[in-house]
């Protein structure tokens, strides 16, 4: 298992992961490949996004790939917060393809993304998930998170929100 960055040689894996994520909106939204003409301006866009722009804090984006190259996992890491990541989206973002959850995917990429975050000198991490979401509950406090208050959205969810103390 390995990290790798979004690039052209990675197009029809992640094509398939969208075709089989679905109608639903893509987890991390940095992966959605819907409005781009073409995967090369997915590319030019996300690269832009990830330096920062007046919406987007700077961020890096992973995939996870198993041994048979296919893309198991993806994962976007926003290297600041601001008054939205602080409260609803944390540092972390991430998501296993429909059909490789429950393999321990998700506490990997949670684990490899720690790693990138302490490389950026980013020893406090914020990760969020819904309140009904059971499965990234048990993945984050598998990584060491540490529950703090949760955050109620304007529209009605709510956000379970924990710390991860990534400096030791
Ligand atoms: C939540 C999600 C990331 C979990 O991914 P995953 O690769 O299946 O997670 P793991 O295999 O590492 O599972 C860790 C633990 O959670 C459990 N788990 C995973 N999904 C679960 C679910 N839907 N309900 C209950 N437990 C679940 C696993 O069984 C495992 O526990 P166990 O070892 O005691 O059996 C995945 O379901 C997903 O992509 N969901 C949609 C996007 C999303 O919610 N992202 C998180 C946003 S914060």
Redesign the pocket.
């Known amino acids: 298992m390995r990290l790798a960055r979004p690039a052209l040689k990675w197009k029809e894996e992640h094509e398939n992961y969208v075709r089989e994520w679905g109608p639903a909106r893509l987890?991390p939204s940095s992966f959605d490949l819907a409005g781009h003409e073409t995967y090369e301006e997915y590319l030019k866009a996300l690269a832009i996004r990830e330096g920062g722009t007046d919406r987007w804090l700077p961020s890096t984006n992973y995939f996870l790939i198993d041994d048979n190259e296919r893309i198991v996992?993806m994962v976007d890491i926003r290297h600041d917060l601001n008054e939205f990541l602080r409260n609803v989206g944390g540092h972390i973002?991430?998501?296993?393809r429909p059909s490789?959850?429950?393999?321990?995917?998700?506490?990997?990429i949670l684990a490899e993304a720690l790693k990138k975050c302490k490389e950026l000198g980013i020893d406090r991490v914020l990760?969020?998930?819904d309140e009904d979401?059971?499965?990234?509950a048990?993945?984050v406090i598998?990584n060491g998170g540490i529950e703090d208050e949760s955050f109620a959205d304007t529209d009605g969810t709510v956000k379970r929100r924990f710390w991860i103390d990534n400096k030791s």
């Open positions: 987890v996992a973002g991430y998501s296993t490789e959850r429950k393999k321990g995917y998700a506490t990997l990760v969020t998930c979401n059971i499965g990234s048990k993945v598998r």
